[in-house]
């Protein structure tokens, strides 16, 4: 079971730096950041932009995979992020993960001017931008005319210092979001049944997150791919338990066990933010991330 964090992308940089290297000395096997242009209670504070920030972040680490968690087609363009992701995987030395998903109805849907898609329309969007994006960070030139995306003789050379490129961790609980996960990515991405946030048991909570597991499981075997060629992620704090499970180090490994046992491989936490959903105890924090991991191992 691998420990990982995200950390939203809030602090100006002379501080935020001492965060990421903080990440890293804890030893995190990676930490992420959201990739948006605002986002909910944070929308009136200081909001930075993922990309630069993982880019600095890679310069002032070592060791520690970055990535984003996630980036959607909201207000993004694969010719244009294939550039950047390539960029930055060669200044990290190969060590950039891309969270991506169909993104949601937020200050991202709206930003550029656009009515919000509808869930059809997103999952449109998303399956035809993950399999240009993947032609885009393997191929030298790339030309394709879509439905909502085109490319013209676009170049990325010398391409990912990943090979054949940087992996694709999908953040997906519906069913083509789910065969996109099996067919292009190397980790899928959940925070659990939004359905059960406000009135939901954790043991619901688990069933939902075995329930999606299971599918993922057959979107695999549906396109000739074992489910165990992917990594399993949970981004934390969206689930009924909230941030219980920060709240001592026992709390934490029975949580994390518990969805050891589902086939989860990396468990995302949250940096700490004092006054807001994830506020928890430093030392708290620190603890679980120096301790967790092996005894999870």
């Not at 993950?130 to 391409?159: C, K, M, Q, W």
Request: with cysteine; net charge negative; aromatic share 10%.
């Amino acid at each position: 079971m691998r420990l990982s964090t995200v950390i939203l992308p809030i602090h100006r940089w002379a501080e935020g730096q001492k965060i990421w290297r903080q990440a890293e000395d804890l030893g995190f096997h990676a930490a992420y950041a959201y990739d948006h242009l605002s986002w909910r209670s944070f929308r009136d504070g200081p909001w930075f932009g993922a990309i630069p920030t993982l880019t600095a972040a890679a310069t002032v680490t070592r060791r520690m995979r970055l990535g984003t968690l996630v980036t959607s087609p909201n207000f993004r363009h694969p010719v244009t992020l294939a550039k950047e992701l390539i960029s930055l995987d060669d200044i990290s030395g190969g060590r950039l993960t891309l969270g991506i998903g169909a993104g949601g109805t937020g200050f991202d849907a709206t930003a550029l001017g656009q009515e919000p898609w509808p869930p059809r329309e997103r999952a449109d969007r998303l399956a035809e931008f993950v399999p240009l994006l993947d032609r885009l960070l393997t191929e030298d030139s790339v030309s394709y005319e879509g439905d909502f995306y085109s490319a013209h003789e676009a170049r990325n050379i010398p391409g990912c210092v990943q090979r054949p490129r940087l992996p694709f961790a999908v953040a997906a609980t519906g069913p083509r979001g789910l065969r996109l996960a099996a067919r292009y990515g190397q980790a899928w991405v959940t925070t659990g049944d939004p359905r059960l946030f406000e009135n939901g048991t954790p043991e619901q909570s688990v069933q939902a997150l075995r329930g999606q597991v299971e599918k993922l499981g057959a979107a695999c075997e549906a396109t000739g791919r074992a489910v165990s060629a992917l990594d399993k992620i949970l981004l934390t704090g969206f689930t009924p338990d909230r941030g219980r499970p920060l709240e001592s180090l026992d709390a934490f490994v029975d949580f994390a066990g518990r969805h050891q046992e589902l086939g989860f491989t990396e468990i995302v936490i949250h940096w700490p933010i004092p006054d807001s959903d994830f506020a928890a105890d430093e030392k708290v924090f620190e603890r679980i991330a120096l301790e967790a991991p092996a005894q999870l191992a």
